[in-house]
Each structure stands twice: as C-alpha cells, then as structure tokens.
Nanobody
Framework: QVQLVESGGGLVQAGGSLRLSCAASGGTFRNYVMGWFRQAPGKEREFVAGISRGGGTTPYTDSVKGRFTISRDNAKNTVYLQMASLKPEDTAIYYC????????????????????WGQGTQVTVSS
C-alpha cells in the first residue's frame, strides 16, 4: 500500500510560479509510474503530467506544455510539479497518483490507470 502526500500549493498571482511535491511511502517508489491530475470546481479530474519509472518520458496535457515540468527523485521517493507562468485557469486541487501496473503511455492520461492517490493540494491563481 502506497501513501502519497502532496504539498506546495497556495495562492499566487497570475504569471507566478509554484512547485508541488508529492512524497510517497509504503512501497517501492521507482516501480511506479507517477502522474499529476487536477480538478476544478464543477469539472472532471483531468490529467496534467506523467512521468515514467526512470523519469525519461514525461507526457503533458497541451494546456501546460512549456509552462509545467514534472520530475522525480527516486532516492527521495518524491515527484515534483514545477509550475510557471500560472494562469487563473490553472486554479484547481492538484493530486498526485501512482500506477503500479502500466508503462507510461496514452492510458496514463486516464485516472483509471492509477492505483493510489494523494489527498490533493489547492492551487489558486489570482488575476
């Protein structure tokens, strides 16, 4: 059983930056594909970014390409989401998730691919 704890959310002005962290425990972190999702009020949970077990493959949703960077440190059991040039439409609860089964790929954009989820961290971008 893997436990995931996100941190780093907060209130930031448009154009600003934040770095989210997700610390994992209870499992072998390097064996998991990791993903970041977000959910805004009244909307479905959407894929933001994913990262392969070794960190070499990192798909992003189109709306964050060039602004967000996902990375992982397998020695620290942590995955990060560096967010820059933030926009009000980035406002959401951000969740990290761990997939023990699949390789990184198209299915990684679906919440159904993931076995474990964190509790989420709120990101609010003011205009």
């Amino acid at each position: 059983q893997v436990q995931l704890v996100e941190s780093g959310g907060g209130l930031v002005q448009a154009g600003g930056s934040l770095r989210l962290s997700c610390a994992a425990s209870g499992g072998t972190f390097r064996n998991y594909v990791m993903g970041w999702f977000r959910q805004a009020p009244g909307k479905e949970r959407e894929f933001v970014a994913g990262i392969s077990r070794g960190g070499g493959t990192t798909p992003y949703t189109d709306s964050v390409k060039g602004r967000f960077t996902i990375s992982r440190d397998n020695a620290k059991n942590t995955v990060y989401l560096q967010m820059a040039s933030l926009k009000p439409e980035d406002t959401a609860i951000y969740y990290c998730a761990a997939d023990r089964t699949h390789n990184i790929g198209d299915y990684s954009t679906s919440p159904r691919a993931y076995d474990y989820w964190g509790q989420g961290t709120q990101v609010t971008v003011s205009s």
